[in-house]
């Protein structure tokens, strides 16, 4: 096989690793490895992500075991030197540190980022300068006046580059200060100023649903390319080969959440195989849109490393399987005090009668998720109903027992834009108010005593 720049490779055991298929060589070129090498150290998936060693063929035919591959430390070589860069802390070398800008693109779900040097260290976002992007290359300005600005907002400790490094989550405006059409966390940040708002403290919990796919063919992890899994039932919150696709994903997320700073809560598998969940919350206000946010850029940059693909469609895969939504959870300060069960109530009443205007706003191609189907409502009939997954809104027992609590909207879809659906959600319960006549009508349509 040749000299690998001074650096060998040693093959233990007969355990697979997973994405990448490597084969012992053969034995001649094994007997190259000193026998007291102990400075091995298992390989990274950056490592192994592209590597690929051949048996020759007369070896191929005695086993067809996969073995765990340890990399022998050399200086020279390029491999050892891009990780020891990539994982090196900067913190005792410089003050200064890496802050990767964060914004929304073009297409209102699509997330893009660039990094600058800070002189120091920050606590708060109105410490980092405002900074600027090429709008025309991602289709939020035109070529002649190209120029969009970065606002900070909110910031974030960095899981991929450790140290006092942060992500910054940013809004977008024009050199004008306008706020562009795709900046929908400036609406939002609008309605949660209002002292009604404030008084009533909004709290959000979120579970954002999202599919992985396999590369290259975009069919779901886990799936036989062009082909099908058993039916659903065995999937969801499952533990096993055969049942569970995409786990290191899902925790490798989970941790660098909780690293970051993220208001994360938990997470599952779903019940189609290859899609997950994590929860967001309880986050108060215009918090829970730059925390969800900060969770999926993370879980972009997960996916990538890993070689998978990233899916926030509602209905990945049409027939008899679930659709991915963004089931929102939410809750006022009434609502939780005694008595909030007649303020939820209320708050019911208000969202059927601005179903068509949430329906709207919840996401691309929800049509195909809401369908009566699969645990949820159809999308043109408003429904609510006790411990019902099949109605637009869910109230929990536990709030009818106790006669207070939240309520569950269940008909976002996993690529909606949380600052839109937390801000719609404040104005229809807190700001909006119906005529007399129309919440008459609405309360004896949807049987409700209010």
């Given amino acids: 096989m040749?000299?690998?720049?001074?650096?060998?490779?040693?093959?233990?055991?007969?355990?697979?690793?997973?994405?990448?298929?490597?084969?012992?060589?053969?034995?001649?070129?094994?007997?190259?490895?000193?026998?007291?090498?102990?400075?091995?150290?298992?390989?990274?998936?950056?490592m192994w992500g592209s590597l690929l060693l051949k048996q020759n063929k007369k070896?191929?035919?005695?086993?067809?075991?996969?073995?765990?591959?340890?990399?022998?430390?050399?200086?020279?070589?390029?491999?050892?030197?891009?990780?020891?860069?990539?994982?090196?802390?900067?913190?005792?070398?410089?003050?200064?540190?890496?802050?990767?800008?964060?914004?929304?693109?073009?297409?209102g779900i699509d997330l893009r980022s660039k990094s600058r040097t800070i002189s120091k260290p920050v606590k708060h976002p109105s410490e980092l300068p405002k900074w600027n992007y090429d709008g025309s290359s991602t289709g939020q300005a035109p070529g002649e006046d190209s120029e969009v600005i970065l606002y900070p907002q909110a910031i974030f400790k960095d899981p991929f580059r450790g140290g006092n490094n942060i992500l910054v989550i940013c809004d977008t405006y024009t050199p004008a200060g306008e706020p562009i059409p795709t900046n929908k966390r400036y609406k939002a940040a609008e309605i949660f100023s209002k002292k009604k708002v404030i008084d009533e403290i909004p709290w959000y919990g979120i579970e954002q649903e999202?599919?992985?796919?396999?590369?290259?063919?975009?069919?779901?992890?886990?799936w036989p390319?062009?082909?099908?899994?058993?039916?659903?039932?065995?999937y969801y919150c499952a533990a096993g080969a055969d049942k569970s696709f995409g786990r290191d994903?899902?925790?490798?997320?989970?941790?660098?959440c909780l690293y970051s700073g993220i208001n994360i809560s938990g997470t599952n598998g779903e019940v189609m195989p290859g899609q997950w969940e994590f929860q967001v919350g309880p986050s108060v206000g215009i918090e829970a849109g730059d925390h969800v946010w900060c969770a999926r850029y993370i879980l972009e940059?997960?996916?990538?490393?890993?070689?998978?693909?990233?899916?926030?469609?509602?209905?990945?895969?049409?027939?008899?399987?679930n659709g991915a939504g963004c089931h929102t959870n939410y809750s006022t300060k009434s609502m939780r005090e005694d008595g909030g069960f007649e303020v939820i109530k209320k708050a019911i009443l208000n969202l059927s009668l601005r179903h068509k205007d949430h329906i709207s706003a919840y996401g691309e191609g929800n049509e195909r998720r809401l369908t009566g189907k699969h645990e949820t409502a159809d999308i043109n009939t408003f429904s609510w109903g006790v411990a019902n997954r099949g109605c637009s809104i869910r109230v929990g027992r536990e709030t009818e027992k106790q006669g207070k609590g939240y309520l569950e909207d269940r008909r976002p879809?996993?690529?909606?834009?949380?600052?839109?659906?937390?801000?719609?959600?404040?104005?229809?319960?807190?700001?909006?108010?119906?005529?007399?006549?129309a919440e008459a009508l609405a309360a004896q349509k949807l049987a409700m005593k209010v």
């Fill in 2 to 46: 040749g000299r690998l720049n001074r650096s060998y490779w040693v093959l233990h055991g007969s355990c697979g690793i997973g994405m990448a298929q490597i084969l012992a060589p053969s034995p001649q070129w094994q007997m190259r490895i000193p026998k007291n090498s102990t400075n091995a150290s298992l390989m990274t998936s950056n």
């Fill in 59 to 107: 070896a191929s035919t005695k086993t067809s075991a996969k073995f765990r591959a340890f990399a022998i430390y050399s200086e020279n070589n390029a491999i050892n030197r891009m990780e020891d860069l990539l994982n090196m802390d900067v913190t005792p070398y410089t003050d200064k540190i890496i802050a990767e800008y964060i914004w929304i693109g073009g297409t």
């Fill in 210 to 222: 999202y599919t992985l796919l396999q590369p290259n063919v975009k069919w779901p992890l886990g």
């Fill in 225 to 234: 390319v062009g082909g099908y899994p058993g039916p659903q039932g065995p």
């Fill in 249 to 256: 994903i899902s925790d490798a997320h989970y941790k660098a």
């Fill in 301 to 321: 940059r997960i996916t990538e490393q890993a070689g998978v693909v990233l899916t926030l469609d509602p209905k990945p895969i049409e027939g008899d399987w």
């Fill in 413 to 437: 879809a996993s690529n909606m834009d949380p600052y839109i659906v937390i801000g719609l959600l404040a104005e229809t319960t807190l700001l909006w108010e119906p005529t007399l006549e």
